[in-house]
């Protein structure tokens, strides 16, 4: 049972199997025709090395009862191309990023523009039969400067995140987050040497299916909502489009200083446009922690956002993002960074009122530790 303004929400859990042994990070979960489900995630860097991690597809035909590895039929298709995060248009056709992030050299100039591959495919079908067509996409963004990721490097280029939408006209918006040359608010974590700035998030769009972006707005920036110096600013959003305008943007705040592996709890934020994007409410914490939103909504209009870190979580929301539930946990597998739960995960509808998670957890303890995707399907009441 989950708590909801006024009303409550039961969820029963129909099942749950594994999807990959030491797997983790599932970044696509995506249905196909014939019934046939694919997920796709990362291996788990079982000893730290780095020839260890790579791609992992796996394949359900029951529903996600149970998953096998995925084999590229005899037909020629390779359902593989549809782990891409695509966007299906009203007329059938698909429209995508085939990077999140594009790196550009910096010629000194704050915003110069970035150009990034956007992937078209006249249907599903079709992209499965390798008929998709990639571009270059013009991205500008004013004012964007190199910022410092992770890993303590410095580099140029605009993070593309979460779901495209489309707007009752036909424009395409995207979030995306970067830092701006007027994003002075510090990101301070545990081994910086150098200064760095928390990142603000924001949204562009297109007018020409994809092949040009530009600024529309911001969403959130720290200089404007000031955040804990530890977390790494208004990151990781995901929208939702509910039509008239009206918009949602779930976001991450928080950060995982290296050298401690260890969580910096800060909250996920929600914003709302009713005017295109054009504007935004100030964002609203919704739970205190989490990392990598993901919006999904069901067929009856109900809004559900998975998040992690500490463990996985499910949030709900009947009123389009005005109000939230309190987290039901799916695991709270929780210690350091590769012996917890990543927090990146996948929603799926299975079927009206059928919902499928894609998340993981660590199992075992000790020298038999390790990372296993898996997949719970809950229906909601």
Request: glycine share 12%; net charge neutral.
């Amino acid at each position: 049972m989950v708590l909801m303004r006024a009303q409550k929400l039961e969820l029963n859990l129909l099942g749950e199997s594994v999807l990959k042994e030491e797997g983790w990070y599932t970044d696509a979960v995506r249905r196909f025709d014939g019934g046939v489900l694919l997920a796709r995630g990362e291996s788990w860097k079982r000893h730290g090395d780095e020839t260890d991690r790579g791609p992992w597809w796996q394949v359900s035909r029951d529903g996600g009862v149970t998953w096998q590895s995925y084999v590229k039929p005899d037909d020629g298709r390779d359902h593989r191309q549809g782990a891409l995060p695509l966007f299906q248009r009203p007329d059938g056709s698909l429209i995508g990023w085939a990077d999140a992030y594009a790196e550009q050299q910096y010629n000194g100039r704050p915003g110069q523009p970035t150009r990034q591959s956007v992937v078209r495919a006249p249907s599903w079908e079709a992209l499965i039969r390798g008929q998709a067509v990639r571009a270059e996409a013009t991205v500008w963004l004013p004012y964007t400067v190199p910022g410092m990721g992770d890993d303590f490097k410095t580099r140029y280029g605009l993070t593309i995140w979460g779901k495209m939408v489309e707007a009752e006209n036909g424009h395409l918006i995207q979030a995306a987050y970067s830092a701006l040359a007027y994003d002075r608010a510090p990101r301070l974590w545990a081994e910086q040497k150098a200064p760095a700035f928390q990142t603000r998030t924001c949204v562009i769009y297109s007018q020409d299916s994809g092949a040009t972006w530009h600024y529309l707005a911001t969403v959130a920036s720290p200089s404007q909502y000031p955040l804990p110096a530890q977390g790494e600013g208004y990151c990781e959003p995901d929208l939702l489009h509910f039509g008239a305008g009206h918009l949602l943007c779930v976001m991450r705040s928080g950060g995982n200083p290296s050298g401690t592996l260890m969580e910096r709890y800060t909250p996920l934020m929600a914003s709302r446009s009713n005017d295109g994007g054009l504007t935004w409410t100030p964002p609203a914490p919704i739970v205190a922690y989490g990392v990598k939103p993901v919006l999904l909504q069901m067929s009856d209009g109900l809004v559900v956002c998975l998040a992690g870190r500490p463990g996985f979580f499910l949030l709900f929301s009947r009123d389009e993002g005005r109000t939230w539930s309190t987290p039901h946990w799916v695991s709270e597998s929780h210690g350091p960074w590769g012996r917890s739960a990543s927090g990146y995960g996948e929603l799926i509808e299975l079927e009206r009122g059928v919902l499928g998670v894609a998340y993981d957890e660590c199992t075992g303890s000790g020298d038999g530790a390790k990372m296993v995707a898996k997949f719970r399907r809950y229906r909601i009441r």
